[in-house]
């Protein structure tokens, strides 16, 4: 309130050098050395071929340098020849600083703030979710592990002969024997003598048989492969399950061999790869599924609780301060249930509104005996006081002579018999405002109405500065021409009462919307904070921190608040030293004519 009247993502980093093993090689790299006429044979690597135990677990074919074994790596990639030229077009204006985005943390709502709902289905989904791809995941696992197995009893078992000593026969160039065949149709067979003879391989597929080149039987003499399977991309023909073992020949003295079979598992891992993709879509589905149905069924479920919920914002709208309550509201028995949690609240909750209703009750009684006894005490005293007023009235007016002592005495007793009449006298107000005792409503112009309040404070304390900030048209509303009188002659009383002398003090009549706001401003010591709480209740008195220039019955403002509000306003405090508004607002009936 014023002090003077108003007026109105990422991208995926590039595969690693080592991956060159699949790109496909159709001849012998510069490492290879020189190929066989035909294109059969790749020279072999004797230092890469030691005879070793394969009871021991160690490779049978040992490993080369790393970049050896995955294949000659991927050449640089050229630099771009995209740049743009320099000197053309115009320069870029430099960009603007952007506002500071705002991080997830202050766009979602922390846990405590989700409603119950929020929580039971997101509890639900996590769950789910959490469930469903660990799942997933150990059926992926599975998969892919007992597929492998197979693949591995596959091998085991076309290494089984030759491991019992059945020997191994190496083909001459141009022979139609092959020599010895992979497990199945489809498969993988290399022959690596230990001595100078030629290196043999084929691979099967589709009933077709393939010599292998170089630059694979390279690759797989440098793979470290032994008795315990593993996984190679063999360049240009895909991904195999291999082992070695060692054996002796047939030809050539019975010459010590290295005998690798594979197995092809690019079939294999399209079947995972697409049992990866069928889980991630039933999850998927699934917590879709989960999110719609359960959003229902916990709504369903808290249904009753939302009524519950509705019925406590009922009574809480309800007005429960004053007067008598008819506290009706109560939760429907349907709700009452005592075997659910919901209706346990329920029912408890009618258990207290019926409580709160006895205790209203209680309250009102009593307000309404008190009362009654204020009003009946009221009356009752008017005429003793009366009778003492005119007493010493009388004596004043006495012919003969009177002690000096005794004219001091009654007049203190007339004085102190007005106080108390004016006492009475609002006391009787106050019990009949809190009765409801309907008020006069004429057309009341405000304006002439603070002009002449103004006038009499000015009579009555012409050492204040009173003043005037009224609009230039009157400002009617609907009402009680004294109890108005009253408003604004108690504001004015209560300024001259706790303000110095020289105090200004200016009245103001404002039209705000549908309500007239009357404002009684001041600049004195102001209303301690500590009262301004509980300045308008009765008794509430500030005659310990306000300069007192007379008598405070301490009921003056709450006569203010009590015919504010019968007139169907409100009264407003807005204090600080120096710096002091009260305000009533009324609501506006007639418009002022412009």
């Known amino acids: 309130m014023s002090s003077s009247p108003r007026s109105e ?27 066989d006429p035909d294109g059969r044979y790749g020279p072999p690597e004797r230092a890469d071929l030691p005879a070793v135990d394969p009871g021991d677990g160690r490779p049978v074919v040992p490993a080369g340098p790393a970049d050896d074994v995955r294949g000659p790596a991927s050449a640089p990639s050229a630099p771009s020849s995209s740049l743009a030229p320099s000197g053309q077009g115009e320069p870029a204006e430099p960009d603007l600083p952007s506002p500071p985005a705002l991080g997830w943390r202050e766009r979602v709502r922390p846990w405590s703030a989700w409603t119950l709902r929020a929580k039971l289905v997101a509890s639900m989904l996590a769950l789910f979710s959490v469930l469903s791809l660990a799942t997933g995941a150990f059926t992926v696992v599975a998969l892919d592990r007992q597929l492998t197995s197979q693949v591995d009893d596959q091998l085991r078992a076309s290494l089984s002969q030759y491991v019992q000593g059945k020997p191994i026969r190496i083909p001459s160039t141009g022979s139609d024997d092959n020599g010895p065949r992979g497990p199945g ?62 054996g002796v020949s047939q030809d050539y003295n019975s010459v010590a061999v290295t005998l690798v079979v594979g197995l092809p598992i690019d079939q294999q891992q399209r079947t995972v790869q697409r049992m990866v993709v069928i889980a991630i879509g039933t999850a998927l589905a699934g917590i879709t599924l989960v999110a719609l149905v359960g959003t229902w069924i916990v709504r369903r479920n808290l249904e009753p609780l939302r009524r519950v919920a509705g019925t406590a914002t009922r009574v809480s709208q309800l007005p429960l301060d004053s007067g008598q309550v008819a506290l009706a509201e109560r939760v429907d028995p349907a709700d009452t249930d005592t075997r659910t949690e919901v209706g346990q609240v329920g029912a408890a909750f009618n258990e207290m509104l019926v409580h709160v209703d006895s205790a209203l009750n209680a309250r009102h009684q009593s307000e309404q005996r008190v009362r009654q006894f204020v009003a009946d005490a009221s009356h009752e005293l008017r005429t003793p006081l009366a009778s003492i007023k005119g007493y010493a009235e009388l004596s004043r007016r006495e012919p003969e002579p009177v002690p000096g002592s005794v004219s001091h005495a009654m007049g203190r007793i007339e004085s102190e018999a007005n106080r108390m009449s004016s006492l009475v006298e609002d006391l009787l107000l106050l019990a009949r405002l809190d009765a409801g005792r309907p008020l006069d409503h004429t057309t009341v112009d405000l304006s002439m109405l603070v002009i002449n309040a103004v006038s009499d404070a000015h009579a ?27 408003i604004v002659a108690n504001l004015l009383g209560n300024a001259r009462t706790h ?13 705000e919307g549908d309500w007239v ?46 015919v504010a509000k019968a007139h169907g306003g409100r009264v407003e405090l807005d204090s600080r030293p120096g710096d002091t508004t009260f305000s009533v607002l009324l609501p506006l009936t007639t418009a002022p004519q412009h």
């Open 185 to 246: 149709d489809e498969g993988l067979v290399a022959v690596f003598p230990a001595s100078g003879l030629q290196v043999f391989g084929t691979a099967s597929s589709d009933q077709r048989s393939t010599d292998l080149t170089a630059a694979q039987l390279s690759q797989l003499s440098r793979a470290g492969l032994g008795p315990r399977p593993t996984t190679l991309t063999v360049s240009g023909l895909g991904t195999y399950r291999l082992v070695a073992t060692q």
């Open 460 to 486: 009555a304390a012409p050492d204040h500065r009173w003043g005037l900030d009224l609009p230039p048209e009157p400002v009617e509303v609907q009402g009680d021409p004294a109890r108005l009188h009253q």
């Open 499 to 511: 303000t110095p002398r020289h105090t200004v003090v200016t009245t103001a009549v404002r039209t």
């Open 517 to 562: 706001r009357i404002s009684v401003h001041d600049n004195g010591p102001g209303v301690p904070e500590s009262l301004q709480q509980n300045v308008f209740e009765r008794f509430a008195r500030g005659d310990d921190a306000r300069n007192r220039a007379g008598g405070s019955t301490g009921l003056g403002l709450s006569i203010v608040t009590a």
């Open 9 to 35: 993502q990422v991208e995926n980093p590039a595969e690693p050098a080592d991956t060159a093993d699949t790109t496909d090689t159709d001849g012998p790299t510069d490492t290879d050395g020189p190929a």
